[in-house]
Every structure is written in structure tokens, then in C-alpha cells.
């Protein structure tokens, strides 16, 4: 079993960003298929390599085999901007993935941005509460089956980053974090949220990921990324760029 934090994670080196993207589309088809217990509960991310892996879940010989109608999809951040924004990663996902399949409307659940930032954060923390069936989390009953996660230059993940309150959210879900060194105010899963997952999966590429993600490894208690932990297992899917410091 991979481990429970990013020290004693598996990592998973493949050759390059799209053989990434097609493992996890691949590898994400076949949780989704194994999970008879309920709704498969996906956190999304943005990013490049999503949004190659959400092209290659469009594509007809994946999506017709996707359970969609038991996948519920949300997402772990959001800029607080317009849907109609390109920054927007519900945008990219919808253009790339959600558009092209016979996933139900009511299950997707875009991070609301149109009334201020903490009480979008409030109502998505309560279609999360929905979805789990509790407004607590519950040691052994996890909110995701599978979180996806990026890494900035920064060290940040979702957004999760430097220097922000944030990082000392302890109680709720969904939290809102203002950067001093990126643009936009987010919404973001806190790190309790994150924690009650089956699978953290980090997708890396390139070798500009390549000094951060071994100082995460390293364990640099300085860097967001280095405090995910998960219930079940954390994964590194990097490509060679991307592990050339490890």
C-alpha cells in the first residue's frame, strides 16, 4: 500500500506527460468500475496535465464505460472568478470533459463564485456535507474516493498556499485563502478535507516540478504540499522531468 503522507508516498515515474495522463484515466476507470458501494466521489484539479487526462476520459472508448451516472464530481480549488473567466477550472474541465459525456447535471458541483468568497465557501462545504451524508467527517468513512492534486513553484497545492491562514484550518472543509504571490482569491478543500480520501493522487510533469517536488519529499515543512496527507494512500504519477531531482 502506498503510504499515508508525501514522505513515504509511492511515486510512479512515467515517460512523459501524456503517458501520465492515459495511466490515470486508465487507473481512475478502474476505481470508478470497483466502487459498489456508493457514488464514486472525484476532487478534480486544473492545471495541463488534467486537462489532457479529461480529454482522454471524453474519449469514446473510456467514456462509454465510465459509470457516470454514480461518479459525483467536485473540485478541489477555484479562482473567485466568473465562469464565463479562462482562468476558471471548472471551465477547463467542462470544455475538455463534462461537455462530452453522459454525466447527470446534478452531479456535478462547480465551487460557486457569484455571491462573496466565505459564504461560497459555506454553501460548498454543505453539497459536500450532502453528498457524504454527515456534517462531520467520520475516521473510516472517507469524503473522496479519489482527490487529485497539482504542485505550484511555490510548493502550494489545490490552493493551499505560503504564508495564509489557511493552512491552519483544522475544522471546516472548504475554506478561502487570498495569495501574496498569485492572482485571484480561492476557494479550496482545507487539509482535514483532503485527509478523508481513499486515494490522494499528485500528477507532476516536468522539470520544473522537478526541485520542489524532492524538497516536498524531503520533507520541507515550509512547503503546503508536504502537510497532504490522506486515510488511504498517497501517490506521486510524475514523468521523468518531473523526477530527476528525486
Not at 512515467?14 to 468500475?33: F, I, N, R, T
Not at 465510465?66 to 477555484?78: A, C, K, L, R
Not at 461537455?99 to 458541483?109: M, R, T
Not at 480520501?197 to 520544473?208: D, T
Request: aromatic fraction near 6%.
Amino acid at each position: 500500500m502506498s503510504g499515508h503522507d508525501v514522505k513515504t508516498a509511492e511515486v510512479i515515474v512515467l515517460k512523459d506527460g501524456e503517458a501520465v495522463a492515459q495511466h490515470m484515466a486508465h487507473w481512475l476507470l478502474e476505481q470508478a468500475l470497483a466502487k459498489k458501494d456508493g457514488p464514486f466521489v472525484i476532487s478534480l484539479s486544473g492545471g495541463t496535465t488534467p486537462k489532457r487526462l479529461f480529454q482522454i476520459l471524453a474519449e469514446p472508448d473510456i467514456a462509454a464505460r465510465f459509470p457516470w451516472s454514480n461518479t459525483q464530481i467536485f473540485y478541489g480549488d477555484e479562482r473567485y472568478v466568473p465562469t464565463s473567466d479562462p482562468a476558471s477550472n471548472y471551465t477547463m474541465s467542462r470544455e475538455t470533459l463534462l461537455d462530452h459525456v453522459s454525466l447527470p447535471l446534478a452531479n456535478v458541483h462547480p465551487m460557486p463564485t457569484d455571491a462573496d468568497p466565505e459564504t461560497d465557501a459555506a454553501r460548498y462545504q454543505k453539497e459536500l456535507q450532502a453528498v457524504y451524508g454527515a456534517n462531520e467527517l467520520q475516521p473510516g468513512k472517507p469524503l473522496f474516493d479519489v482527490v487529485m492534486l497539482g504542485m505550484g513553484p511555490d510548493g502550494h497545492t489545490a490552493s493551499l498556499f505560503p504564508r495564509q491562514p489557511v493552512l491552519k484550518e483544522r475544522t471546516k472543509w472548504v475554506a478561502t485563502c487570498t495569495p501574496d504571490n498569485a492572482p485571484h482569491t480561492r476557494l479550496t478543500l482545507t487539509y482535514p478535507a483532503i485527509h478523508s480520501s481513499r486515494h490522494v493522487v499528485f500528477l507532476l510533469e516536468g522539470a520544473g516540478k522537478a526541485e520542489m517536488l524532492a524538497r516536498v519529499r524531503k520533507g520541507d515543512d515550509s512547503l503546503p504540499s508536504c502537510h497532504i496527507t490522506s486515510e488511504g494512500d498517497v501517490t506521486f504519477l510524475i514523468d521523468e522531468a518531473a523526477a530527476q531531482d528525486l
